[in-house]
């Protein structure tokens, strides 16, 4: 059943114009900083943006810095929300169930799929734009089509000491990782959303509306006590994995929260698709 779901997912079209745009934003942000001739202050832009014209190993930082607050979470609600809704408008889901297939084993699967997804273009994301820093700003005392100066020896962490690149490809690993249970827990809200309506558009808006509340919240002095619940209270926290040493109390709040988002949320798709008349 996950097979199925996996070979459906790669034949939407739609699933590889989101990877690609997500690939592309980091892309066109390295080629306007290449041809800038200077780079943006601490502070300004995305997180690593300051770092990468004098060592392009860690864009892939950058890039993820880039596409994790808005574009990220869009693609992710796009492909949950169209999970359950989209067979249901277009008729199929009802035939999918008319097989030996238990709803709790297809529910899986479409959870399954949507991980595999995340993980793939969080993955393709890290690929294409370490593959771009490179080139553009060199590496390990190459510099890049962009030039410039003697780059430092060994990448810079957040709190000023010098990662060896061992040391970057393990915190990268281990920020692709939160990464991808920050996005599950989104995913499972959407995907809740997306079993209780026949519109993926319905269901995919639903997530994002999620998104934006508890954005807007995260700005409001007055929602502090709701902060550390709120689904995107601790997604930035992936960061604290590039200071030294690595800060491991909001990562492992973090980690706490998405588990229990797709703990409550998915249980709610499975009590809510379980008992539900299917009719299309």
Known sequence: MIAVELRKLVLRPRMWVSVGLLCLLPAIVAVFLATADFAPPPGQGAAFLSAVVSDGSLYPAAALALVLPLFLPIAVAVVAGDAVAGEAAGGTLRYLLARPVGRTRLLVAKLVAVAVYVTAAIALVVLTSLAVGVLLFGTGGQPGVAGGGAPPPGVISMSGTALSSSALGWRLLGAVAYIVVSMLGFAAITLFLSTVTDS??????????VLITSSVLETLDAAAPAKPYLPTHYWLSWID?????????????????QAGYLVVFFGA????????????
């Not at 993926?200 to 509306?209: E, H, Q, S, W």
């Not at 798709?269 to 299309?280: C, Y």
């Open 269 to 280: 798709a499975w009590a809510n698709f379980a008992t539900r008349d299917i009719t299309s």
């Open 200 to 209: 993926a558009l319905g269901a995919a808006l639903g997530g994002l509306a």
């Open 241 to 257: 994995f590039f200071r030294d040493p690595v800060l491991w109390r909001n990562i492992d709040q973090g980690l706490l929260l």
